[in-house]
């Protein structure tokens, strides 16, 4: 069973900055896709960026320009650095791992932008 945990949430002003991080368990990291999601309240989850295993990366045109997918196979974690924040960017976010044979969900990290 894989787990993922996020961290790097919190509260942020207009115009800041977070660094969220999504730690994996297992030995097969470097093979998988990795993609972080949000969800805002009484909206449906999103895809915000997606990163295969070659570390070429997708983007929603929400986030493009603002926000970089990253991960370090090493490590076994996945990244989203996070500029220029905006209100409308407030949501719980979800990292994913995405396997040939299943996927897997974290539990979310909170990010509200707000002054």
């Known amino acids: 069973q894989v787990q993922l945990v996020e961290s790097g949430g919190g509260l942020v002003q207009p115009g800041g900055s977070l660094r969220l991080s999504c730690a994996a368990s297992?030995?097969?990291?470097?093979?998988?896709?990795m993609a972080w999601y949000r969800q805002a309240p009484t909206k449906q989850r999103e895809m915000v960026a997606l990163?295969?295993?070659?570390?070429?990366?997708d983007y929603s045109d929400s986030v493009k320009g603002r926000f970089t997918i990253s991960r370090d196979n090493a490590k076994n974690t996945a990244y989203l650095q996070m500029n220029s924040l905006k209100p409308e960017d407030t949501a719980v976010y979800y990292c994913?791992?995405?396997?040939?044979?299943?996927?897997?969900w974290g539990h979310g990290t909170q990010v509200t932008v707000s002054s």
């Open positions: 994913k791992l995405i396997s040939s044979n299943a996927n897997y």
């Open positions: 297992g030995s097969f990291f470097s093979r998988v896709v």
């Open positions: 990163i295969n295993s070659a570390s070429s990366a």
